[in-house]
């Protein structure tokens, strides 16, 4: 049996027939069998999203358009869970299913079996077609009941919907051929750990279902192809609503609850003019708000790679991936020395890391992702500071209570920012639900909690946004350039230089340079290194630190002098992290189980001076480690990295020669 149905939508869709085939209509049953379950155990499933190889090769590098049978059951499987969900949590008849994708060529013909199930199971549904993934997410928070049953798009069918959510389909940085999804509802973020765990398992039980082919290719075959047309034919007008929506909502993040701040940004502009640079590497964002609200500011923009879905080199915004955005900025300054930073985004378009312009070295330069992170602190640290929200008694002690939320890996350079504007950090698991889902805990303890992410992927997240954001990113260093010092009102540099003791620094024409300058001095491994990468072949996580642990203690007893002498340490602290659970003077350190394992080498004073940390990717199949030493001296970086990485591998290596 055949199924085709027309398709018309933006610009990235033309009108086209799809035809799904019966699925493994040429296999025998037992070899279709082993097919579905060769497909999934090759996806990881976890908060941070559901990923895999879609593209029908099975190579994570192909650009086909092609999807495999095993692949397209997946899909409809997971849109059928979430479907499931959204019911169970509605009480109304039809809940409203928003469905987007990133520019990956295999996310159209997901798109239509997701659609299509969703459907089937009783979902009304809107399709953004290509999409940001922080652009969805803002267009599902504008979401009200009211909202939904008075929209001009669709609206006879939205009208009975009481429960609205997302189902956004992308691998965010993994490679061309790698698709997924992320779910989420109405609060602008993906759905909390604990709840993708509740829908992870029914998406196991369904797929362990003895009739589960005849059972999901039911649902593909038997949506109506007239509902099917009608959200197609509609998505250019809900393409249209969803960038309005985050337009709006990425004014209140940048800008925040005082109006001055719109108006400092727009006066420092009328004094030096700001050029920003952006490789948009056919990424979603080639279709979203980054024109109009540079523009709107008088910014100007200029982009390479800003065709959709033309992807023109790695997809991850780090390293080599850095440069060809590098070059760029450097021959848009040579032309208009305005343009002073650039930024480069992932495939969804829900974080960038930037390069700028040294003016000490007078050519560009590709920032760390941890860099990154501790600019945009430092700015909206500096933020809370020159509206009022954050102020201080004669000592110096803030008489606000706030804190930072970041991941496990994040660089204590953090810490260092974080102290001079008496502000908390705490840490959780890597994985941006985590790390939201510790923001909103530490909100109900009566928290500020402006800035939070993921420093070692340079994610930012400003309040009251949920997810990561390039556009985010880059204002916080807009706003460090352009809100100076007038008429005796310090601007956010002066403020951030002051309360770092850092005072004799600062002069009325700092540059970029001279921002990043004043950042505390850390060496940290890159989360995409080569250093930072392993294969492991212990599946037990737990076990393989109570062996490192063994391996760990040996070698402390024969490097401590020499680490106590040369790092300035005094003894060490073992910390676990899952979900958004920090427990610190861990005693086991398989207690961390699948999580981020993290040592501290500490100072007289309390403080760590350095630290090595390690966990199994979630959403990759690799093992990752980490160090990070204060100063400047690489070298220290490069012993604690190679120590590291020696340990993990002798603690795999021991526990599968004993299996």
């Given at each position: 049996m055949s199924i085709a149905f027309l398709i018309k939508s933006s610009k990235r869709y033309r009108y086209r027939i799809y035809y799904f085939p019966m699925l493994f209509k040429d296999e025998k049953p037992e070899i279709r069998e082993k097919i579905l379950d060769k497909a999934l155990n090759g996806m990881i499933l976890s908060a941070s999203g559901w990923r895999g190889i879609f593209a029908e090769s099975g190579d994570g590098e192909d650009t086909t358009e092609?999807?495999?049978?095993?692949?397209?059951?997946?899909?409809?499987?997971?849109?059928?869970?979430?479907?499931?969900?959204?019911k169970e949590t509605s009480p109304g008849p039809a809940p409203l299913a928003i469905v987007g994708t990133d520019t990956r060529p295999t996310g159209k013909a997901i798109a239509d079996v997701v659609i299509r199930v969703l459907l089937s199971s009783g979902c009304t549904v809107r399709f953004v077609?290509?999409?940001?993934?922080?652009?969805?997410?803002?267009?599902?928070?504008?979401?009200?009941?009211?909202?939904?049953?008075?929209?001009?798009?669709?609206?006879?069918?939205?009208?009975?919907?009481s429960t609205t959510g997302f189902i956004y389909i992308s691998a965010s940085h993994n490679p061309a051929g790698y698709n997924g999804f992320k779910f989420g509802l109405t609060d602008g973020g993906v759905l909390p750990a604990e709840e993708t765990a509740k829908i992870i398992e029914k998406f196991r039980a369904r797929m362990a279902s003895p009739a589960r082919i005849a059972e999901i290719s039911s649902l593909i075959e038997t949506a109506d192809p007239e509902k099917a047309k009608k959200v197609y034919e509609n998505s250019a007008a809900v393409k249209t609503e969803a960038l309005s929506a985050y337009f709006d909502f990425t004014a209140a993040v940048v800008y925040g609850s005082n109006a001055g701040v719109?108006?400092?940004?727009?006066?420092?502009?009328?004094?030096?003019?700001?050029?920003?640079?952006?490789?948009?590497?056919?990424?979603?964002?080639?279709?979203?708000?980054?024109?109009?609200?540079?523009?709107?500011?008088?910014?100007?923009?200029?982009?390479?790679?800003?065709?959709?879905?033309?992807?023109?080199?790695?997809?991850?915004?780090e390293g080599d991936s850095l440069e060809p955005c590098r070059i760029f900025l450097e021959k848009l300054h040579a032309e208009d020395p305005s343009f002073l930073l650039g930024y480069v985004p992932d495939c969804d378009g829900d974080r960038g890391n930037l390069v700028v312009w040294d003016e000490g070295e007078k050519r560009g330069r590709s920032l760390e992702a941890q860099e990154v992170f501790a600019l945009a602190c430092m700015a909206e640290l500096a933020h809370l500071v020159w509206t009022g929200e954050l102020a201080y008694d004669n000592k110096g002690n803030a008489l606000t209570k706030a804190a930072i939320a970041v991941n496990d890996p994040t660089s204590m350079r953090i810490d260092r920012i974080a102290r001079a504007f008496d502000v908390s950090v705490f840490r959780a698991e890597v994985?941006?639900?985590?790390?939201?889902?510790?923001?909103?805990k530490l909100r109900e303890k009566g928290?500020?909690?402006?800035?939070?992410?993921?420093?070692s992927a340079g994610g930012t997240i400003t309040h009251p946004s949920a997810v990561r954001d390039p556009l985010d990113t880059v204002f916080a260093l807009v706003k460090l350039l352009t809100i100076r010092s007038v008429d005796g009102r310090r601007g956010l540099f002066e403020l951030w230089c002051d309360l770092s003791g850092q005072a004799e620094i600062y002069h009325p024409?700092?540059?970029?340079?001279?921002?990043?300058?004043?950042?505390?001095?850390?060496?940290?491994?890159?989360?995409?290194?080569?250093e930072a990468l392993l294969q492991i072949k212990s599946a037990d996580h737990g076990a393989l630190k109570n062996r490192y642990q063994e391996i760990f203690l040996r070698d402390w007893e024969e490097r401590k002098d020499r680490i106590k002498s040369h790092y300035e340490v005094t003894g060490w602290e073992a910390a676990a992290y899952n979900g958004a659970e920090e427990r610190r003077g861990i005693?086991?350190?398989?207690?961390?189980?699948?999580?981020?394992?993290?040592?501290?080498?500490?100072?007289?004073?309390?403080?760590?001076?350095?630290?090595?940390?390690?966990?199994?990717?979630?959403?990759e199949p690799v093992f990752r480690i980490m160090a990070d030493a204060e100063g400047s001296d690489k070298r220290i970086e490069k012993d604690l990295i190679e120590w590291q990485r020696r340990m993990v591998v002798e603690a795999d290596d021991s526990i599968n020669f004993i299996d």
């Open positions: 092609s999807v495999s049978d095993a692949h397209l059951l997946i899909a409809a499987g997971a849109a059928a869970v979430f479907a499931a969900y959204l077609s290509v999409s940001a993934s922080p652009e969805i997410m803002a267009y599902a928070r504008s979401f009200t009941l009211a909202e939904v049953a008075g929209s001009g798009v669709a609206e006879d069918e939205a009208r009975g919907a719109r108006d400092a940004i727009r006066s420092g502009l009328t004094q030096k003019k700001l050029g920003i640079a952006a490789d948009f590497n056919g990424s979603a964002r080639t279709l979203s708000i980054d024109r109009k609200f540079f523009s709107g500011l008088g910014i100007s923009l200029r982009a390479i790679n800003d065709r959709s879905g033309e992807i023109a080199h790695r997809i991850v915004p994985g941006e639900a985590n790390v939201v889902g510790l923001a909103r928290y500020t909690v402006r800035i939070l992410g993921e420093g024409d700092f540059t970029l340079s001279d921002i990043i300058a004043s950042l505390p001095a850390f060496v940290t491994t890159g989360a995409y290194s080569p005693t086991r350190f398989g207690d961390a189980g699948r999580g981020g394992l993290k040592i501290n080498f500490l100072k007289n004073s309390g403080y760590p001076a350095a630290s090595i940390w390690m966990r199994g990717s979630a959403t």
